[in-house]
């Protein structure tokens, strides 16, 4: 069951935070040189405040392994492991991920044999978080537990949330939790935001019209093709010198109506298959739509 402990590592990531701009590089680069100041003086505590500061205005893979290594320095075991999973989620490919992985395997196999499994919960943006009656300041939490039904509480500004976790015996249960959001729509008509997030969904009636556009231009075009074989079938008629003269301009004069006509529908029918297609492209949903879709 050890490695049901380890498999969770792919889905423990915290959601990657907008690319920061110079003042928050700025901001960032200051937290993350004077926690490495501390932590080269052995004030681990310092260190980990702040390195978790810049952790909230750039998520990177060394800011990840140095708050492993800080809390490895604590002795707290159960931070240790969560910083070093997060480092080998968004560092997989390290030269050193094969060694931070074995750590972590051992720290977890030694867990499950001593009953327990492992409970790590994320909260961005929360102002407090409980797990198991135990109070943390800030997010993330984590810990050792015996196998069970447990509580996560998280408050936050929009409110508080609540949920009941299982953890289970060798294996990592991992945990988000997110604020309350309130209703998309709350009036009686939508809102102008609202409506504008709804833009973005293929639109049935444009599909429809673009259907039955482009329907109307291909029964165009075959109907202009018909009328052209017959144009072409009135004119060698008319070439026939068995004919009177009459009969052959009235071949001929068919012929050019027909022609005539095959024309007309040719170009109509290319604009309303042309138009149509446009449309039935315009209405197709995007990658994120169809994924949503789903």
């Known amino acids: 069951m050890t ?33 490495e100041a501390l932590y080269s003086k052995g004030d681990y505590g310092g260190a980990v405040a702040l390195f978790k500061e810049a952790e909230r205005v750039k998520v990177t893979p060394e800011v990840a392994f140095d708050l492993a290594r800080s ?10 492991v969560l910083y070093d999973r997060l480092y080998l989620t968004r560092a997989p490919d390290a030269a050193d991920a094969k060694e931070v992985a074995g750590r972590v395997r051992r720290v977890l196999a030694r867990a499950e044999d001593e009953g327990m ?14 797990v198991n009656g135990r109070a943390y300041a800030e997010p993330p939490a984590a810990l050792f537990l015996a196998p069970g039904e447990y509580v996560v509480e998280a408050a936050f500004r929009a409110g508080p949330k609540k949920q009941r976790v299982s953890v289970s015996l060798g294996e990592v249960t991992s945990v988000w939790l997110e604020p309350v959001r309130p209703p998309m729509v709350t009036a009686d ?9 709804y833009a973005g969904s293929p639109p049935a009636p444009l599909r429809a019209t673009g259907w039955v556009t482009l329907g109307v231009g ?13 144009a072409s079938e009135d004119a060698q008629r008319a070439a026939d010198k068995r004919l009177t003269v009459r009969e052959a301009t009235l071949a001929a004069s068919e012929s050019n109506g027909k022609a005539t006509g095959a024309n007309v529908l040719f170009v109509a029918g290319g604009v309303a298959a042309a138009v149509g297609g446009g449309l039935l492209v ?13």
């Open 218 to 230: 291909v029964a165009a075009l075959g109907a202009g093709l018909v009328l052209g074989v017959l």
């Open 71 to 80: 809390f490895e320095k604590l002795g707290d075991v159960a931070f240790t």
């Open 282 to 294: 315009f209405s197709l949903p995007g990658p994120g739509e169809r994924s949503a879709a789903r």
């Open 189 to 197: 008509i939508a809102p102008e935001a609202a409506v504008r997030g």
């Open 3 to 35: 490695s049901a402990l380890f498999v969770s590592l792919l889905v423990t990531s915290a959601t990657p935070a907008p690319m920061p701009g110079p003042a928050e590089e700025r901001r960032f680069e200051q937290a993350f040189e004077r926690a």
């Open 117 to 130: 499994g492992f409970l790590e919960v994320f909260a961005p943006g929360a102002a407090a978080l409980v």
